[in-house]
């Protein structure tokens, strides 16, 4: 990117300064996005108000030279102002109808830490007034004014922002008022006086009354804002060089509150919501977009616009016509008219529902406007996550009390729950409850585990409860401002209302919003579109997508969401039920091999039933089915519950200091050779049956958990081959099956060499490879240190959530070199949950796994993603459209 | 190695068969270690048995041939024969003096689950009366005869043993004798008679009388146990390819029961308790070696030889000398004189005792017998150990109530404790204990914690209580048979005494021996020899020696033993002593920032006198300062001592699932980044004041552990830079100090590129690593299934006590080399337990690491280590002698 930028810029002539009209092929390095999409409508004589960008290259030399600004950039933005001047008709500072222009920053890749825009800048003592004049309203020119000063102080200066805040309270506490808007012209005339004050106070500097110099200052204040430490930890995270630099995008402002012939909007060319093709959106005539945001005036629906400003109109829906077949995509657009002139102000690619998304990709490919390939790649994996969780049902009607941050997707419902004991005590009586805190911590854990939902008043998208409850597939709203609780009296109160802990609450951590009633769930469905876009995704994806699952329904499910076998079934649930696990419990209290194999031969035919179970739902498809693999205790009560004192006895000796590292996997398979056997039996018998009842054969794949070293699979490989062989002799069939490991210690990782010598196949099981490479026990970390990590940025992204490329997935780079050079033709997929991430799908297709493997509802996402990779790869990716 | 073999055979006219006289160039790969060093011998014209040697050449084409004896191999052996006889002017099956050979196997390389030997083969009936003639001794004659039958019934015929034993019990009680040695001729004809019987019954065959057979029958049974399970099991541990095979050695037997001019004997060519130079050893005239192993008669000192036998005397003394000279290595020589002429049977390296070993080598180097290098390599570093624990006094004088295995070094004395539960009482009460078991199992671990040292009456090397007590440095006896225990009396009884639990013992985990009384035992101590050798260590080794030392007494006791630094000194251990613990506690207890850094504002003086201690100990070298790791609550008391409400609520927040994965390490430093902050404040004010004190500025190493991430140690070092800068600045003095981390996590190997930007050194803590890479909970694993593992020979070694070179080490090797692949200059360590393993450090020498360091104790045993890896590097090893 550095050598395509430095080849941008001539040597001997330097030129710093472009304006939109000569812009357009200057290219994103050199007038970052922004820049670049004012440019580009230019030149498609789309009406963008006028301006001109100061290139990224000017923000270069200022820094390689200490922050001077490089030679000739002043004079070169002399230039452009005065084109700017000749081109409104406007000029800076007059008192009749004053050039005003934002200054906003735009790199090419948008980052978060920068400095965002400078409105109104322009404005003076004598402008405010012309402003006024022109506008017909001192109000709207006085309170311009007074924002410039607190944004100027703020962002050019560092003048500490409360102090304005609180020089506007004084006003409106003296006038006894509650809202800004209540404030006269006059009030916000004589607060400018006192903002300027308070500029003088923090600066030691009179406010600039010379709009060249307040250009002047914003330019530089945006070049420096490149720097900021936020700023540089994102670039050192995103791998974005230094010295890119960014633009300054200068821009005429425009005013839609001249008049009756004036006013703003926003529109879409698409329904966000349902994708349904049309014009839609909102505008106010004689306003500016600030009187939206103060909620003074309610927008009207945009077709009315047709009526109040015909041309503007007409000329709107031609230009939103262009913007998207110049795009190819939905686009969200700003616009101003002003004295009839209409000014498209911002497009960019519009946000919309997960339902609206696949419609309009749908919808574009039958329309030609995009090829089946972009379609797929532009649907957002991690948003169809919402159509695969529980919703509200579309057809009730509720009003939502309040609102907070979608912090991890789905609905729920239940009574309120104001401490996490009293969620747990209530969640395990059966009682659907939603947790309702002023924040979460560690302690609420076990709150967390037994309730629906939970819902904070404090806490962004990376709190405490956010990251724990999208980590547990939960409903979460996070950061409700309007909710206040109060310990003592029991009561929470959300927008006025108060709340018992009778009280019946819906959240949806899709939308954020908390309703204060029972609202209708639905489950989670696949409509029409998704259907459309999974089959063509099937078309070009190269990975296999099975599912993790454990029981006949898990299985059917998984088929309906496409799964082609299952990569992961646990046997330990099966030994759970209640007519099982008192078998479970004899054979690990059996004093010797007898006892316990009599115990094991009471739970083969469950096992053996469970399996047939699962091999019919899954008819023809792989089954890879993992041996026993936790560690025994599980099966047992808590020690305050044992049932004799053998029992406690037992209990006591398999307790273990960290289990996670202990007695399990095949480590239990080499201790007690009888419980694996027992399971061999059972799928081999299952497998007989099913075959000889259906005609199908399950593929079946049997699967040792844990190994670490070549010789306990060569070993446990032997067992199983001679079980297996031992009861298809007897049963004198012959079936099909294969032996194989899960990779999930560094070490098998390490050695996958000598161990793909014993293995038919190997599935990586990233949970626990994990847990391992970083040394991170998932029930700590999720609710302990990695949340602060993850607040802190010290993570980007969960490990357990999304794989940790560069170190667990390193290990799994090396891990296939290794096996494939000893055996070349080895099958290897995932069964983490990682197998049901976007991106982590993407890193297994570029490692060349031959499948991945996930729970039966992320399978969709799966299918998505896997196909997403596959054209990535060639080539097709998401279009980056500015904005 | 096998080419080199296939070399050597002439492709058209191959021999198979080579005699001792003409085989001195063939070669160990061809006539297997005993045959080379029989050909050996008789080239040096050293006296012994005449007899030749059937090549691994044969053995190989026998395997290849589906168990056929390849063609001309029975013509060689005839011919040999008839060589054997000629030159011996004995027949076999003679009725008056016949030959008689032992069948011995000789691979390259010694190897368990061979066939060891078939002795007095060629007896028949009528054999067996000329030997009796010939020897006079017909018991000895009919004992040799019903040995042979049931021998080669056992060995080459697969009868069980059982069988001949019960018949030999029936004969003695039906002659009312206990010892074998009460059966007369008679008794012993009859029971030929019997076994011969047995061996019919047993194979449907008459036992062979023609000794040509019986001698085709052993060769092949000695091929045929080139692939017994136990062998291929080693061969595959070992790497050793399939396609060696061995040899057979047809020895002919000599007589030293033939009247006053024979005799047989052992000795040693230097006292092997001391190193003593000089002929040590034991003979008996008119005798064999069986009189001396069935205990009938006592030998007599050697030298009292020379007045019985003054001529064959001479001879074994010139003998020895040459032996010794040939092999430049204290031999161990079995020899028998038959009518007065010497025959050498075997020579071989002699076993020695640690003491012995150091004199010995020092010796050999004085008289110029070897060179320094060769004295250093010959050195068992893992026998060292004995020397380096509590040893019982050499001047005590006791007697060994019974003997076990020597399975843990050291000795231990206290009173008998027989169940985990008082051995943990009373231990911790403060009485000493030795916990006597019939066996220990992962229940008992309380009770090993805290005894002296364990005794068992069951189990070998590698059963539980071994494994264990080798893992926590205790000394331990093991299967010791003589021992019972009768729990209901609770009494234990050893060697027919009773002990009652008041009763004291004493065991040596070095001898193996038991003994029912108070010795006096002295502190482990270094000798002169001992010093001498590792003074030349040290001038040839290129890894630095460092310890791991906590406070300055070890840190003193370190440099005592040659430790050139501290490589890590934990700091979590200064918070637990009484003064300090309160304070901790009361950090841990804070209710924000500002009351923990009241805490530690209080534990600083504390920290700062600590170091202060260990760097005036250290003068001048190197220390590694590792900060907190541990989590937190192991500073607080268990949930039910909990001294308030508020502390059982913070017990309960800081319980962890599995805390070796959780919150601790720098995970902690980031979390409270005031409690690293009040650690280096207290390093650097140490250091300064240590240095004003006596000018000598300590080598300061800060070490971040559990580093997984480079973000987490780049914001570690900003705030150990930060926080030491203000120290200095505040000082205004200057020092030295490096910032580095523990590579400990998988991740941290695998991202080592990344890390090594962050810091200065990086130290291998392979304690961590271990756990994490293979996924083995210490606590859980040693106790537990790693134990089922070391006795089943799924793992050859533990990996926490030798590096597992192939998992662990490979990741240290990526870790090497990404490291110095970005910063070449990077200081690199270890200071896990493995620092202080032979096998080991020679691993880490390979590795190119700059220092390893381990336990003060162990200092010793590491800078040998050191020199041998360096030497065998430059190709000195061990001498390689025949045995």
Chains 1, 2 share one sequence.
């Not at 409508?41 to 390689?64: D, H, Q, R």
């Amino acid at each position: 990117m550095e050598g395509a930028l430095r080849a941008k810029i001539p040597r001997l002539m330097t030129r710093y300064v472009y304006s939109f009209a000569d812009g357009a092929d200057a290219g994103r390095e050199l007038l970052g996005g922004k820049g670049a999409g004012l440019a580009e409508m230019t030149a498609l004589g789309i009406p963008v108000p006028t301006g001109f960008t100061v290139s990224t290259a000017a923000c270069v030399e200022y820094m390689k030279n200490g922050r001077e600004l490089p030679e000739g950039l002043e004079e070169e933005i002399d230039e452009h102002l005065g084109r700017l001047e000749e081109a409104t008709g406007k000029r800076f500072g007059d008192s009749d109808d004053p050039l005003l222009v934002s200054v906003r920053s735009g790199a090419a890749v948008s980052m978060p830490g920068m400095m965002d825009s400078i409105l109104n800048l322009g404005l003076n003592d004598v402008a405010a007034e012309g402003l006024a004049r022109s506008t017909g309203n001192a109000r709207f020119a006085y309170d311009a004014y007074r924002r410039l000063v607190q944004m100027y102080g703020e962002v050019v200066d560092g003048v500490d922002p409360h102090r304005f805040e609180d020089a506007l309270d004084e006003r409106k506490r003296a006038r006894g008022v509650s809202q800004d808007v209540d404030l006269s012209a006059d009030d916000l005339r004589e607060l400018v006086g006192r903002f300027k004050e308070l500029y003088r106070e923090g600066t030691g500097r009179e406010f600039a009354q010379d709009p060249r110099a307040q250009l002047e200052r914003a330019t530089r204040a945006v070049f420096d804002s490149w720097n900021t430490p936020r700023a540089q930890v994102y670039r050192r995270a995103n791998e974005i060089p230094d010295d890119l630099g960014t633009a300054v995008n200068v821009v005429q402002m425009v005013f839609g509150n001249k008049g009756e012939d004036s006013g703003t909007g926003v529109c879409f060319t698409r329904d966000p919501s349902t994708g349904e093709a049309g014009i839609w959106g909102e505008f106010l005539v004689n306003a500016q977009g600030e009187d939206v945001v103060a909620g003074i005036r309610t927008p009207e629906p945009l077709d009315r616009m047709s009526g109040r400003l015909p041309e503007a109109y007409e000329q709107l829906a031609d230009t939103l016509r262009r913007l998207e077949e110049h795009y190819r995509e939905m686009q969200d657009v700003e616009f101003t008219v002003e004295e009839g002139q209409l000014y498209i102000l911002q497009t960019r690619s519009g946000k919309r529902t997960a339902v609206a998304a696949l419609r309009i990709a749908v919808e574009m490919v039958e329309e030609g406007l995009i090829s089946r390939e972009e379609a797929i790649a532009r649907i957002e994996a991690a948003q169809l996550d919402q159509l695969l969780h529980p919703m509200i049902d579309p057809r009730a009607e509720y009003e939502a009390a309040a609102k907070g941050l979608n912090a991890s997707p789905g609905a729920a419902k239940g009574r309120v729950a104001l401490d996490a004991d009293s969620a747990e005590e209530r969640g395990k009586a059966g009682e659907d409850v939603i947790l309702v805190r002023r924040e979460t911590t560690p302690d609420d854990i076990h709150g967390l585990i037994q309730a629906r939902g939970v819902l904070t008043a404090h806490g962004g998208m990376t709190s405490h409860a956010a990251v724990v409850a999208r980590g547990m597939g939960k409903p979460c709203v996070a950061g409700c401002e309007a909710l206040s609780i109060d310990l003592e009296r029991r009561v929470a109160s959300i927008g006025g209302r108060e709340l018992t802990e009778e009280d019946m609450i819906t959240i949806d951590g899709g939308s954020g919003d908390v309703i204060l009633e029972d609202v209708d769930l639905v489950p989670p469905q696949i409509n029409e579109d998704f259907e459309t876009i999974l089959g063509w995704a099937d078309d070009v994806r190269r990975l296999k997508v099975r599912a993790n699952a454990d029981t006949p329904e898990d299985a059917a499910k998984a088929r309906e969401f496409g799964a082609e076998g299952i990569g992961l079934c646990r046997t330990e649930h099966m030994f759970m039920a209640e007519d099982r696990l008192p078998h479970m419990r004899a054979m690990i209290m059996a004093r010797g091999e007898e006892e316990r194999r009599a115990a094991l031969s009471e739970l083969l035919p469950f096992q053996q039933e469970d399996f047939e179970g699962i091999f019919e739902a899954m008819a023809g498809c792989p089954v890879t089915i993992r041996l026993l693999d936790p560690p025994l205790h599980e099966f047992l009560p808590p020690l305050e519950e044992a049932e004799s004192p053998e029992m406690a006895a037992r209990i006591r000796a398999l307790t273990e200091a960290n289990p996670m590292l202990g007695t399990r996997g095949c480590r239990l398979g080499l201790l007690f050779p009888e419980i694996y056997t027992m399971q061999v039996q059972a799928i081999i018998r299952a497998a007989l049956a099913v075959e000889e009842r259906t005609g199908d054969a399950p593929l079946v794949e049997i699967m040792h958990p844990l190994v670490g070293f070549a010789e306990e699979l060569r070993r446990l490989r032997e067992l199983t081959l001679d079980t297996a062989s031992a009861e298809l002799e007897q049963a004198e069939r012959e079936i099909e099956y294969l032996v194989g490991t899960m990779i999930e210690l560094p070490r098998a990782c390490v050695r996958a060499d000598e161990i793909a010598a014993q293995a038919d196949f190997f599935s990586f099981g990233t949970n626990d490879l994990t847990q391992t490479t970083l040394g991170f026990s998932r029930d700590d970390a999720e609710a302990g240190f990695l949340a602060h990590y993850l607040e802190n940025d010290v993570l980007e992204d969960n490990p357990f959530a999304t794989l940790d490329q560069s170190g667990v997935g390193d290990l799994m780079k090396l891990a296939i070199e290794r096996a494939r050079a000893v055996k070349p033709e080895i099958k290897l997929g995932i069964c983490g949950e990682h197998g049901g991430d976007p991106k982590s799908v993407a890193f297994c297709h570029a490692l060349g796994l031959d499948y991945v493997s996930c729970s039966p509802y992320r399978v969709p996402l799966a299918r998505l993603a896997a196909a997403q990779a596959a054209l990535s790869e060639a080539g097709v990716t998401a279009a980056a459209v500015g904005g």
